[in-house]
């Protein structure tokens, strides 16, 4: 099976600007996560959706949203970007919510 | 709650010799942990995870984990490091049944030739 694939690869913002990362699941995967990793906070949860339904959510602030569709695909948005946005976004998908399998990652550069 | 700690932010091994990657876990129930590593510039890729069958782990490129109750420990080890082992590893722990990871700060591993 393809692995998990998310796009765009690299983005460069400026701050102020919203952004939208997608993220493909593995085939059959139906539960898909989002994580954010910077040097000074690591990696950090952000939400996870299955079935399009929001499960569960961290601890950010509501600039960052999230949604899935029928098929599992799903995408998050950053709204009004700030520069401390800047980091790898990581995407995960499980079958049964127990094993994550993570992307490649969004690089997200706010300037 | 639960949580992990590495307890190393850096390793160094030479190649050929034993790496001893440890990790601490805090859970008030039987905890999912897993290890991942991350190459530079790469997303995380899983090397092993325990969900409570047998102690004694085997995962991917020859590394392997034993889940310690008593000393609430999941450490990971290898017989002998590759120069291709040089990467970031995460000690992480699955949130109850939430789907949520809970991730250590990371330990780099430099291997020496």
């Known amino acids: 099976k393809a692995g998990v694939t998310q796009t765009p690869r690299y983005l460069i913002k400026t701050r102020g600007q919203q952004v939208t990362l997608s993220c493909s699941p593995i085939s059959g995967h139906r539960s898909v996560s989002w994580y954010q990793q910077t040097p000074g906070q690591g990696l950090q949860f952000l939400f996870e959706?299955?079935?399009?339904?929001?499960?569960n959510k961290g601890n950010f602030p509501g600039r960052f949203s999230g949604r899935q569709f029928s098929n599992s695909r799903s995408e998050m948005n950053v709204s009004t970007l700030e520069l401390g946005d800047s980091a790898l976004y990581l995407c995960?998908?499980?079958?049964?919510?127990?094993?994550?399998?993570f992307g490649p990652g969004t690089r997200l550069t706010v300037l | 709650a639960q949580s992990v700690t590495q307890l190393d932010s850096h390793v160094s091994v030479s190649e050929g010799t034993p790496v001893l990657l440890r990790c601490n876990y805090s859970s008030s129930y039987s905890p999912s942990l897993f290890w991942y590593v991350q190459h530079p510039n790469k997303g995380l890729q899983l090397l092993l995870k325990?969900?409570?069958?047998?102690?004694l782990v085997k995962g991917i490129n020859g590394f392997e984990a034993e889940f310690k109750k008593s000393e609430t420990s999941f450490h990971l080890t290898k017989p002998s490091a590759h120069m291709s082992d040089a990467a970031e590893y995460f000690c992480?722990?699955?949130?109850?049944?939430?789907?949520?990871?809970?991730f250590g700060q990371g330990t780099t591993l430099q291997v020496k030739p």
């Open positions: 959706y299955f079935s399009e339904t929001q499960r």
């Open positions: 992480v722990v699955l949130s109850g049944n939430t789907g949520k990871l809970i």
């Open positions: 995960a998908s499980s079958e049964t919510r127990n094993t994550q399998y």
């Open positions: 325990y969900t409570s069958a047998a102690t």
